[in-house]
């Protein structure tokens, strides 16, 4: 089946390090998305790719970084300059049509 | 970029229709609506989407006026797993990235 995965599905970081979540896609999608999700709030852009080798900054970046090596995979590293990291982390992937968007179920990370 | 501003939050009991309005007074010529439903601890997936005038499909129906400057979400008949969050997005495919605002949550009680 084609779908979207995201791992792990549960993360804890110290504070001072960095972190890589994984999103990997096999859609066939040139577009990935990297949103974050505090608790009760909705999803604020963080970064998004429409081609590889190709990324943007979305409204929160700092703090956060990203590569896009292969169309299939879209990393996210939060780093140790995030001051705030504890968040629901969910991955997208897009046809580029506004119906077009297939979500991963997600990355909870926490600080420790 | 049009805003979109929705209610916060609805409360409604099994087996009744609910109606989630939303407002969007700048809506583009090229834009379409479209919903969104997240369920806690998931990504949000796609319900519906419209133009103009009505839509319906085997979850929901979307009505949206003449004018385009609001739509209305229609859930027939709901049920105890229709609770979650409902977004309403504004846009077309010349857009960057879907922004998402808060969302309606929506609680259906037995």
């Known amino acids: 089946d084609g779908g979207i995965t995201q791992s792990p599905k549960y993360l804890f970081r110290k504070e001072g390090q960095n972190v890589t979540l994984s999103c990997e896609q096999n859609?066939?999608?040139?577009?990935m998305y990297w949103y974050r999700q505090d608790p009760g709030q909705g999803l604020r852009l963080i970064y998004y790719?429409?081609?590889?080798?190709?990324?943007q900054k979305g409204d929160i970046a700092e703090g956060y970084s990203v590569s896009r090596e292969k169309k299939e995979s879209f990393p996210l590293t939060v780093t140790s300059a995030q001051k705030n990291p504890t968040a629901f982390y969910l991955c997208?992937?897009?046809?580029?049509?506004?119906?077009?968007?297939?979500f991963g179920s997600g990355t909870r990370l926490t600080v420790v | 970029l049009a805003k979109t501003t929705q209610p916060i939050s609805m409360d409604s009991y099994e087996g009744q229709e609910v109606n989630i309005t939303c407002s969007h007074n700048n809506i583009a010529t090229n834009d379409y609506i479209t919903w969104y439903q997240q369920f806690p601890s998931q990504g949000p997936r796609f319900i519906i989407q419209g133009y103009k005038t009505k839509v319906t499909n085997e979850v929901a129906s979307l009505f949206i006026p003449a004018d385009r400057k609001s739509s209305t979400l229609s859930l027939p008949r709901v049920s105890l797993s229709d609770t979650a969050v409902y977004y309403c997005?504004?846009?077309?495919?010349?857009?960057?990235?879907?922004?998402f605002g808060s969302g309606t949550r929506l609680q259906v009680q037995p």
């Open positions: 997005l504004v846009g077309n495919t010349g857009r960057r990235a879907l922004t």
């Open positions: 997208a992937s897009s046809t580029g049509a506004l119906y077009g968007y297939t």
């Open positions: 790719s429409q081609i590889v080798n190709d990324f």
């Open positions: 859609l066939n999608h040139d577009a």
